[in-house]
């Protein structure tokens, strides 16, 4: 079965702090990708960072960095000094080798940064 | 580059009326998808398709149709409403030529169905 679980449904940061979003994944494939995606008070779905099963560096891009553990099946988000732009929903979604580009998302996690 | 595009951006609906949520992507993208999204329930994949001619039902299929007979258009259509499908539809796409690729939204249908 595959399954994303963002077990935080709301967060409140105040502003320059840094918050982390969890994403836990349920998979068999041995290959597979990860994927995080906002969405602002706008509505639209905007794509951040894509990673496969075979690479578990971190990532690191200006205040966001991605922590990828397959070990305990987690793909965990960082945003350093948050920003009022940064409210928004984030989904962590997965997809398969086997199943093409079927996406499985999590339920969201609803980040609001207070002035 | 338009990217995906979706018409209507929002829509009121009776229930029992029908209608279709226009998607169209000018990327050549192989693979197109529908989504709805509900709160608390994040995005719930309705149909997919992997080519002209092609579709397949994904996790909540029931009260939706599809058809896929250009590369470019993937529409979707309600054919008798029901307050249940009330939501906000994305359509997506994505290349096929190599597993893994990001899909690219459109902005979104916001449907009421009355």
């Known amino acids: 079965a595959q399954k994303v679980t963002q077990a935080q449904t709301e967060i409140s940061v105040v502003e320059k702090e840094d918050v982390t979003l969890d994403c836990v994944y349920e998979t068999r494939d041995t290959t597979y990708y990860l994927f995080w995606y906002k969405q602002p008070p706008s509505g639209e779905l905007v794509f951040l960072i894509r990673r496969n099963s075979f690479d578990e560096q971190n990532e690191i891009s200006g205040r966001y960095s991605w922590n990828f553990q397959k070990s305990t099946s987690s793909f965990n988000f960082t945003i350093t000094a948050s920003q009022v732009v940064d409210s928004a929903v984030y989904f962590c979604a997965l997809s398969h080798q086997n199943t093409g580009n079927q996406f499985y998302f999590g339920t969201g996690t609803s980040l609001t940064v207070i002035p | 580059n338009a990217g995906v595009t979706q018409t209507p951006k929002f829509q009121v609906l009776k229930t029992g009326q029908s209608m279709t949520l226009q998607c169209a992507q000018d990327m050549n993208h192989e693979y197109m998808s529908w989504y709805r999204q509900d709160p608390g329930m994040g995005l719930r994949l309705i149909h997919y398709?992997?080519?002209?001619?092609?579709?397949d039902q994904g996790e909540v299929p029931n009260g939706y149709n599809v058809s896929r007979s250009t590369t470019e258009d993937f529409p979707l259509r309600l054919l008798s409403a029901a307050p249940s499908q009330t939501s906000v539809y994305f359509c997506?796409?994505?290349?096929?030529?190599?597993?893994?690729?990001?899909?690219?939204f459109g902005d979104g249908t916001r449907l009421s169905i009355l």
């Open positions: 398709s992997v080519g002209a001619g092609i579709t």
């Open positions: 997506a796409s994505s290349t096929d030529r190599a597993r893994g690729q990001p899909q690219h």
